[in-house]
């Protein structure tokens, strides 16, 4: 976990730092009472400022998932496992709403769009990077290749 971030990404780098603490306790990979990297061993492992670190832990405990110990670190909270899925789960079918609204709207059919979910799930791919080569591959228009 929060092993990488890309900098390339349209998504701001403290957004991903969240999304991946979020992503980790709604999976199960952290868990209540877990440690996190200190601010500084994280922006060093991320090759980030410290600064982007520490707004998205100050955001993180905001928002009731993450609380400091002075002295001590920053750690996950007690009981929010079952509220972040929720949140992951609720934000993520939106988007895949959204996206699957856009396809269908470009002509897409129901066949064109399973086939690219199915070959994206079997993919170990990080959530902020390059489209894969194979799912690009898969841009190609049927209509236009005939």
């Known amino acids: 976990m929060l092993s ?13 730092i969240e999304n991946h603490v979020q992503f980790a ?7 209540a009472g877990d440690q ?7 922006s060093e492992r991320l090759g980030v400022n410290p600064n982007t670190v520490a707004k ?8 009731g998932l993450l609380y400091t110990r002075r002295g ?9 496992e079952g509220k972040c899925r929720e949140d992951c789960r609720r934000r993520i079918i939106g988007r895949l709403h959204e996206v699957v609204a856009e396809s269908k709207a470009a002509g897409m059919v129901r066949k064109e769009i399973i086939e690219i979910i199915e070959a994206s799930v079997a993919l170990d791919a990080s959530p902020y990077g390059e489209t ?15």
Not at 4 to 16: K, M, N, T, W
Not at 36 to 42: A, D, G, I, K, M
């Open 25 to 31: 306790i709604s999976s199960g990979r952290l868990k």
């Open 132 to 146: 894969p080569a194979s799912l690009t591959a898969l841009a190609k228009s049927k209509k236009a290749a005939k």
């Open 56 to 63: 998205a832990y100050r955001d993180l405990e905001v928002m």
């Open 72 to 80: 001590m670190g920053v750690f996950v909270n007690k009981n929010i």
């Open 4 to 16: 990488s971030i890309d900098i390339h990404s349209s998504v701001a780098v403290y957004v991903q």
């Open 36 to 42: 996190l990297p200190s601010v500084r061993e994280l």
